[in-house]
């Protein structure tokens, strides 16, 4: 496994990291079990940043089982946001959401604590008197979590937070991918010239880089012909290359030195030894690029 350095938390994580949306599987009766076997795989790997939320079902209560039962534990991002429905993204909910969430991890302390989806709250709660940002730092505080962070797909809000300084680490989603270099326009500078770490998530772009039925119904939700043709396109190109298409969508954001993890959301221990592979591959770079 490579390691990178997370921005300025220093912390050198995995190159390729683990997400928390898909741990249990496609069987809930087997969720403990899958879980358990994708968070060792992940440790066996050289895996050691988690990435979860309470938005992902049953994923931090399965997490916290699964790290009850290592010796060695990763290091645990979550995030705020979404549970209860109605979240209203100040202070105290921030506060009480945290505290949820390490009672269902099992921990005393997060690694990182994030804000799920910026445009849900919006610029003036995040950052008025008494909102998100002021709860997150009351977090640290208290010894809740080491570093705080902003999530979402809000392009201009990301970027516009990023420029605060106000933050360790950003998650970007489906924005950045072979097919789409949106996130890297505009939020991955402004982050890295505050030194936070950047973390890309949704790499396979919601199965556009899986062969069969997943990238024909990705290609389907695609906005237009003129998009379609162009991922096509950019198909074709990493199908000449080595490895499998889940590889090459990992392999070309790796390539790029500002990233500090990929998150590979993982439903059982094959995928994620499957793209964890990219690592050890050469970065892979396209015949042609486009901006959005």
């Known amino acids: 496994m490579e390691y990178r350095r997370l921005g300025r938390t220093g912390l050198q994580v995995s190159a390729v990291s683990l997400g928390g949306a898909y741990l249990m599987g496609p069987d809930p009766e087997r969720a403990v079990e899958c879980t358990a076997a994708v968070l060792q795989q992940a440790l066996d790997l050289g895996v050691n940043y988690v990435d979860t939320a309470p938005l992902y079902g049953r994923s931090e209560e399965l997490l916290g089982q699964a790290l009850g039962q290592l010796r060695a534990r990763p290091l645990v991002a979550t995030k705020v946001g979404f549970d209860p429905e109605g979240f209203d993204y100040r202070r105290d909910s921030v506060l009480w959401s945290l505290e949820r969430s390490l009672v269902r991890l099992g921990l005393e302390r997060l690694t990182v604590a994030q804000i799920h ?28 979590c080491d570093w705080i962070g902003v999530t979402g797909r809000a392009i201009p809000l990301l970027a516009g937070l990023a420029a605060t300084g106000e933050f360790d680490t950003v998650l970007v989603y489906h924005d950045y991918h072979p097919g789409s270099q949106l996130a890297a326009l505009s939020v991955l500078p402004a982050a890295a010239a505050q030194d936070m770490g950047i973390v890309v998530g949704t790499p396979l772009a919601g199965g556009l880089f899986v062969e069969g039925e997943p990238q024909r119904a990705a290609l389907e939700r695609l906005a237009d012909d003129s998009e379609r043709a162009y991922v096509v396109g950019i198909l074709r190109q990493l199908r ?16 790029d030195a500002l990233v500090s993890t990929v998150s590979s959301g993982a439903a059982a221990p094959g995928e994620l030894a499957e793209v964890a592979a990219a690592v050890h591959m050469q970065p892979l770079k396209l015949e042609e690029a486009r901006q959005n």
Not at 117 to 137: M, Q
Not at 240 to 254: K, N, S, V
């Open 240 to 255: 000449r290359q080595e490895g499998t298409l889940p590889q090459q969508a990992f392999r070309y954001i790796l390539a």
């Open 117 to 144: 989806e910026a445009n849900i709250p919006g610029w003036e709660r995040i950052l008025e008197p008494g909102g998100t940002l002021e709860g997150l730092r009351a977090a640290q505080a208290q010894g809740l």
